[in-house]
């Protein structure tokens, strides 16, 4: 009998053999109620309530396709619902699992990861975070973020995801919650809302992601203004391409 393990690497080599490119969309949520003290870009003082991933279209990983860790702080408060889904663990489990992906080269994408989720996530725990450093990610290329990337593409222009989403899936398509209001219903005690919240975000980030890279581009106006603008993502799906060849 294979060990879990190594059939998990199996099954990933055999898709890339195949020439898929899994991957997988991260997302956090955070449990601060007020920002006083606190600033977009600065990691202290954030507080991780819930870290989401998903994996790209037609990829499990050990059979899952969502993966949730909630903040060690939060896990004894949890009804059993929660604690007992499989997807779920606290982030005391987070570095066995990222570790894994890492060894299996796994890529992940984020919306503005770069600036907000991978520097709260590297934060101790006791500061919030899950004290797991990204640095080895980092030099094989494995993190790519959007919004980062629509920065450089476009002079260092801010898009908002619900534009994004818009753009890219439909004017239907949206976001499930307003972000300022989920360390709300956190604290409200609504922990299956903003997970379901985190969740979504992170399906609906990888089908953004998905449609600009087929598509070659994207038309959206950047944050404060109407005036949308045609922006070449033919970078997208080379740097997914790329993982095939760089990190195999």
Same mark, same amino acid.
């Given at each position: 009998?294979?060990?879990?393990?190594?059939?998990?690497?199996?099954? &990933?080599?055999?898709?890339?053999?195949?020439?898929?490119? /899994?991957?997988?969309?991260?997302?956090?949520?955070?449990?601060?109620?007020?920002?006083?003290?606190?600033?977009?870009?600065?990691?202290?003082?954030?507080? +991780?309530?819930? +870290?989401?991933?998903?994996?790209?279209?037609?990829?499990?990983?050990?059979?899952?396709?969502?993966?949730?860790?909630?903040?060690?702080?939060?896990?004894?408060?949890? /009804?059993?619902?929660?604690?007992?889904?499989?997807?779920?663990?606290?982030?005391?489990?987070?570095?066995?699992?990222?570790?894994?992906?890492?060894?299996?080269? +796994?890529?992940?994408?984020?919306?503005?990861?770069?600036?907000?989720?991978?520097?709260?996530?590297?934060?101790?725990?006791?500061?919030?975070?899950?004290?797991?450093?990204?640095?080895?990610?980092?030099?094989?290329?494995?993190?790519?973020?959007?919004?980062? $990337?629509?920065?450089?593409?476009?002079?260092?222009?801010?898009?908002?995801?619900?534009?994004?989403?818009?753009?890219?899936?439909?004017?239907?398509?949206?976001?499930?919650?307003?972000?300022?209001?989920?360390?709300?219903?956190?604290?409200?005690?609504?922990?299956?809302?903003?997970?379901? &919240?985190?969740?979504?975000?992170?399906?609906?980030?990888?089908?953004?992601?998905?449609?600009?890279?087929?598509?070659?581009?994207?038309v959206c106006a950047p944050?404060?203004?109407?005036?949308?603008?045609e922006i070449d993502t033919?970078?997208?799906?080379?740097?997914?391409? $790329?993982?095939?060849?760089?990190?195999?």
């Amino acid at each position: 009998m294979i060990p879990p393990m190594l059939q998990e690497s199996i099954t &990933y080599a055999e898709e890339v053999a195949a020439g898929v490119s /899994p991957y997988f969309v991260l997302d956090i949520e955070t449990a601060n109620l007020a920002l006083d003290g606190i600033k977009f870009g600065d990691p202290r003082g954030w507080k +991780i309530s819930v +870290i989401c991933l998903t994996t790209s279209p037609g990829f499990e990983f050990f059979g899952q396709n969502e993966f949730i860790f909630i903040h060690t702080d939060y896990w004894g408060i949890l /009804p059993k619902e929660i604690t007992n889904d499989t997807r779920t663990a606290s982030t005391h489990e987070f570095d066995i699992f990222m570790d894994l992906v890492y060894e299996l080269k +796994i890529p992940i994408i984020t919306h503005n990861g770069d600036n907000f989720d991978w520097p709260i996530i590297e934060n101790s725990p006791h500061r919030g975070g899950t004290g797991y450093f990204m640095d080895d990610f980092r030099k094989a290329n494995l993190l790519f973020d959007t919004a980062a $990337s629509l920065g450089n593409l476009t002079g260092g222009l801010r898009f908002h995801l619900q534009d994004l989403l818009h753009a890219t899936l439909g004017s239907d398509i949206s976001k499930t919650m307003d972000a300022a209001n989920a360390p709300i219903a956190w604290e409200q005690g609504k922990f299956t809302e903003v997970i379901d &919240y985190c969740l979504a975000d992170c399906h609906l980030t990888g089908k953004m992601f998905s449609a600009a890279s087929e598509d070659g581009s994207i038309v959206c106006a950047p944050s404060k203004s109407s005036k949308k603008q045609e922006i070449d993502t033919d970078s997208w799906n080379l740097w997914l391409n $790329s993982q095939n060849v760089l990190n195999r």
